[in-house]
């Protein structure tokens, strides 16, 4: 339990940093911005939920969801980092607009990851199984070991 109250500050302070950085922006920048982050933003808001919920219900089927969505999160994140550092080098007097959507973008990921960390808590909780550092394939073998028999 107090690993998942350490994981909810650190969302809170991530969520600060989104916040300032966004707030900078918008005062200093164009509505394109906002457009790389809203769906990654959403995405994160989605799982964060859904680890809370998987939380309070101590369900496994659920947080083994929240690992699986926290994998098209990181690709997300991923891509809107390559596309950020084009613009960079296409205009070089972007960047200090472009680093600030880079590390609020950075701070979403961190965002879902710590749903992630949740969750895996969950799964310790309810099976006694550690599945932090392990792939997805090998948390849902841990979690449901008769699945692949």
Not at 53 to 73: G, N, T, Y
Not at 97 to 124: F, P, Q, T
Request: proline fraction near 1%; glycine fraction near 4%; charge should be negative.
């Amino acid at each position: 339990m107090i690993k998942t109250i350490t994981d909810l500050e650190r969302i809170g302070d991530q969520a600060e940093r989104v916040a300032r950085f966004s707030l900078r922006l918008a005062e200093n920048s164009h509505e394109g911005y906002f457009q790389e982050l809203q769906h990654l933003a959403d995405s994160v808001r989605q799982i964060l939920n859904e680890a809370l919920d998987a939380f309070a219900r101590m369900d496994v089927e659920a947080a083994l969801e929240v690992a699986r969505s926290d994998i098209a999160i990181d690709k997300e994140y991923d891509a809107i980092m390559r596309q950020l550092i084009t613009v960079m080098m296409e205009d070089p007097r972007n960047v200090t607009r472009v680093l600030d959507v880079m590390w609020s973008a950075r701070a979403l990921e961190r965002i879902g990851d710590h749903a992630k960390n949740i969750c895996e808590y969950v799964i310790y909780l309810v099976k006694g199984k550690d599945v932090r550092h392990i792939s997805i394939d090998m948390m849902e073998q841990a979690v449901n070991p008769d699945a692949g028999s």
